[in-house]
């Protein structure tokens, strides 16, 4: 009797042995992965500041254009009407006619001004455009990251409470791909 009683004690022994080896295996996983979110999410954190300033530029950028495109278009309106009024001028002196040219010179020169400024402040908003859906990329990787690991560590958590171990390897699969978005 005292042989089953033995045996009996070691294996109880053993189990908690190994149960207590699970628990502090589950502990150290669960501070390394609360750790990495706390960095990824400090990242994030940052992409999304990186995102809003990379909109506002755009924003920005566009309504630089749109008032460029005012500007060009009252000088287009401009020039016209000075056309018109140097087709209309019979008879005006030369003096006259040279400042209206000089004024057509002028307002052609700003329309031309204005259509390549157009055009570079256009490559501005689009790059920041760019730049933004680049960061949105990473932004998503981030939140993947986070949902991974939140998963991971409330699995070790059931883990813990029923004593499995497979949980701690389907937790850890969780993890990984937690992990590899968050650096990848």
């Given at each position: 009797m005292s042989d089953i009683k033995d045996a009996v004690e070691e294996v109880v022994g053993k189990a908690e042995q190994a149960s207590d080896r699970l628990i502090n295996v589950i502990a150290v996983l669960v501070a390394?992965?609360?750790?990495?979110?706390?960095?990824?999410?400090?990242k994030g954190g940052n992409v999304g500041q990186a995102m809003a300033q990379a909109?506002?530029?755009?924003?920005?950028?566009?309504?630089?254009?749109?008032?460029?495109?005012?500007?060009?278009?009252?000088a287009e309106s401009m020039l016209d009407q000075?056309?018109?009024?140097?087709?209309?001028?019979?008879?005006?002196?030369?003096?006259a006619i040279a400042v209206l040219n000089k004024k057509i010179d002028v307002y052609r020169g700003r329309v031309e001004r204005y259509e390549s400024e157009k055009a570079e402040i256009k490559k501005q908003a689009e790059a920041y455009e760019q730049?933004?859906?680049?960061?949105?990329?990473?932004?998503?990787?981030?939140?993947?990251?986070e949902a991974g690991i939140t998963v991971a560590m409330a699995l070790l958590g059931i883990a813990a409470l029923t004593r499995r171990a497979w949980l701690v390897w389907f937790a850890l699969l969780?993890?990984?791909?937690?992990?590899a978005s968050g650096v990848g």
């Open positions: 390394v992965l609360a750790t990495v979110m706390a960095l990824f999410s400090i909109q506002a530029r755009s924003v920005n950028a566009w309504a630089y254009f749109q008032a460029k495109s005012t500007k060009q278009t009252l000075l056309l018109l009024d140097r087709e209309r001028a019979t008879g005006l002196p030369p003096d730049k933004y859906e680049e960061l949105n990329f990473h932004d998503d990787q981030f939140d993947i990251a969780f993890a990984g791909v937690g992990v």
